[in-house]
T-cell receptor, first 113, second 113 residues
Framework: SQTIHQWPATLVQPVGSPLSLECTVEGTSNPNLYWYRQAAGRGLQLLFY??????ISSEVPQNLSASRPQDRQFILSSKKLLLSDSGFYLCAWSVGRGFDGYTFGSGTRLTVV | GNSVTQMEGPVTLSEEAFLTINCTYT??????LFWYVQYPGEGLQLLLKATKADDKGSNKGFEATYRKETTSFHLEKGSVQVSDSAVYFC????????????FGTGTRLKVLA
């Protein structure tokens, strides 16, 4: 069966520090991968998506970047965190465009202090 | 552009009450529609979906009917339980092949015993 792992579950980082969040998918090949952010009291905002190794599309200009070094690995990074980067980050995957829905990871709660 | 509008929360109900969470959408073409549920501290889980007009999605006692004439996809359950307390997100998949969903802002449901 397919599973998605996301870590860490919680993270407290000082302003200006780097960030690396990792997401891996098991049990499937060539998934579409997504990073979403959920800010407090708000909906989900798509940050990045990837349809293949090394292929990253950015949805909004921001302080973050994403990479897909392997087929089932998706990494969210920042060189210098801002206070506004705080939020709940969710990784998701889908088969193709996602007609059968997305499968989400359990999320990372990031607090920038 | 495409968008999803959900009713403002929180919604507070007593156990065994009838639930309706309204969702309307704006989209060109015929999007697929979804409801996701997010339990506290977790990622989103697909609850149900509908891919064409008049389709009814159902799961775990929840139902939603794709109404093209009113551009709506309201979520209903006949008798809610305390365990249904969560945040519910309505979403559409853009029909133009952009590999992304548009999520509503979420509606928090609290069910009291």
């Amino acid at each position: 069966s397919q599973t998605i792992h996301q870590w860490p579950a919680t993270l407290v980082q000082p302003v200006g520090s780097p960030l690396s969040l990792e997401c891996t998918v098991e049990g499937t090949s060539n998934p579409n991968l997504y990073w979403y952010r959920q800010a407090a009291g708000r909906g989900l905002q798509l940050l990045f998506y990837s349809v293949g190794i090394g292929q990253i599309s950015s949805e909004v200009p921001q302080n973050l970047s994403a990479s897909r070094p392997q087929d089932r690995q998706f990494i969210l990074s920042s060189k210098k965190l801002l206070l506004s980067d705080s939020g709940f980050y969710l990784c998701a995957w889908s088969v193709g465009r996602g007609f059968d829905g997305y499968t989400f990871g359990s999320g990372t709660r990031l607090t920038v202090v | 552009g495409n968008s999803v509008t959900q009713m403002e929360g929180p919604v507070t109900l007593s156990e065994e009450a009838f639930l309706t969470i309204n969702c309307t959408y704006t989209a060109t073409g015929y999007p697929s529609l979804f409801w996701y549920v997010q339990y506290p501290g977790e990622g989103l889980q697909l609850l149900l979906k509908a891919t064409k007009a008049d389709d009814k999605g159902s799961n775990k006692g929840f139902e939603a009917t794709y109404r093209k004439e009113t551009t709506s996809f309201h979520l209903e359950k006949g008798s809610v339980q305390v365990s249904d307390s969560a945040v519910y997100f309505c979403a559409l998949m853009e029909p133009s092949g952009t590999y992304k969903y548009i999520f509503g802002t979420g509606t928090r449901l609290k069910v009291l015993a």
